[in-house]
């Protein structure tokens, strides 16, 4: 059954479209990583997904973000991007696919500046504390 489930996947996504995502060269920002590293967005919802139901794939509008590096995400969507596969200055994304990072997490999110972290809990306090009550 897993495979079944993953080869549908892999070609709902196969037929969208993958971009890449990049810090501005400008930002002292970067890319968190999370126990849970893979961020779901539900554009039609307007939410962060902890999970996303397999079979909405490719039907409903869903982005997936994944980061490569501590500066480049790749993602997917549906639909292809005026500008091209390649954004690079696109602040609120960055600053959303990190808070879906916050609220993937179990247990621990990573980075490799601790200054990145303290900065992002401060942005993301009180979203984060009002996810977990």
Not at 42 to 66: A, S, Y
Request: one cysteine or more; proline letters at 4%.
């Amino acid at each position: 059954m897993s495979l079944i489930i993953a080869s549908d996947i892999s070609e709902k996504i196969y037929r969208g479209n993958l971009h890449i995502l990049e810090i501005p060269e400008n930002s002292t920002d970067e890319f968190v990583v999370s126990d849970n590293l893979v961020v779901f967005l539900d554009f039609e919802r307007q939410t962060i997904l902890r999970f996303v139901p397999w079979w909405e794939i490719g039907e409903k509008d869903f982005w997936i973000f994944m980061p490569i590096s501590p500066k480049k995400v790749i993602f997917y969507c549906k639909r292809k991007k005026k500008d091209g596969p390649i954004e690079k200055n696109n602040d609120s994304l960055v600053q959303l696919v990190n808070f879906g990072q916050y609220l993937s997490c179990s247990d621990n999110v990573f980075s490799q500046q601790k200054s990145a972290l303290e900065r992002h809990l401060k942005l993301y306090e009180k979203e984060l504390i009002a996810q977990n009550k």
